[in-house]
């Protein structure tokens, strides 16, 4: 079993920026991981993709956080993070890590971001 815990959510008022750290640990080695991922869901809609990143370095962004919204990773310490700027009250909900295996899809149990004055 693969456990994913996210942490650094929190409320942060419109322009603020935040750090999202996402830890992997279980039954898997970090020579297995090949990409993770955040995601979010607000409230009444569905998960969406905010950002993800291979092993390789190659990021893929949401448009609606694209030059706001960095992610970064250390596979060998089996940790990604999301640096988000600038944020804005749309940005608000639930933040969830993902790992994607070739025989699971592993997802952490969600940080509370808020954005709000």
């Known amino acids: 079993q693969v456990q994913l815990v996210e942490s650094g959510g929190g409320l942060v008022q419109p322009g603020g920026s935040l750090r999202l750290s996402c830890a992997a640990s279980g039954n898997i080695f970090s020579f297995n991981i090949d990409r993770m991922g955040w995601y979010r869901q607000a409230p009444g809609k569905q998960r969406e993709l905010v950002a993800t990143i291979t092993r390789g370095g190659t990021t893929n962004y949401a448009d609606s956080v694209k030059d706001r919204f960095t992610i970064s990773r250390d596979f060998a310490k089996m940790m990604v993070y999301l640096q988000m700027h600038s944020l804005k009250p749309e940005d608000t909900a639930v933040y969830y890590c993902?790992?994607?295996?070739?025989?699971?899809?592993?997802w952490g149990q969600g940080t509370q971001v808020t954005v709000s004055s």
């Open positions: 993902n790992l994607p295996t070739l025989f699971n899809d592993y």
